[in-house]
């Protein structure tokens, strides 16, 4: 995992929540990539913040795995995707913070994950819509 900022700038998203195609964020999301994006994880925990939307931990070392889709950010909108993406994710106040990983298909991709000020409750299954559609 590296924190934003760094040199290597991914063209790719993973997504595991509310910005997920069917959710009640996708549209927030849905015109800066090209298409629905591909079923995809990364090693982590995914919980439940209470608030209607989840927070995912990712740690390359994790057990446990997140579910969602990565998705390719469109080339000529990716800056403006990001600075769209870090408001809506409240990264300046630190509720969450974008960092790069490696999902299990290979791809360099950006993740928004847990900040602080969150009380979380574990979602063991990993995967957001299984959960609340349960």
Do not use: K, N
């Amino acid at each position: 995992m590296t924190p934003m900022g760094d040199a290597m700038e991914p063209s790719h998203l993973f997504v595991y929540g509310s910005l997920l195609p069917g959710a009640e964020s996708w549209e927030v999301l849905e015109s800066f990539v090209d298409g629905d994006g591909t079923p995809d994880s990364v090693s982590g925990e995914l919980f439940d913040t209470g608030l209607g939307y989840p927070a995912g931990v990712v740690d390359e070392r994790s057990p446990h795995t997140v579910y969602g889709r990565t998705f390719q950010l469109v080339a000529t909108r990716s800056a403006e995707a990001l600075a769209v993406l870090d408001e809506f994710e409240d990264v300046a106040d630190g509720l969450f913070h974008r960092v790069v990983v490696t999902t299990a298909m290979g791809r360099s991709a950006w993740v928004y994950v847990c900040g602080a000020r969150l009380t979380l409750t574990p979602i063991p299954s990993g995967d957001w819509l299984l959960y609340v559609s349960s």
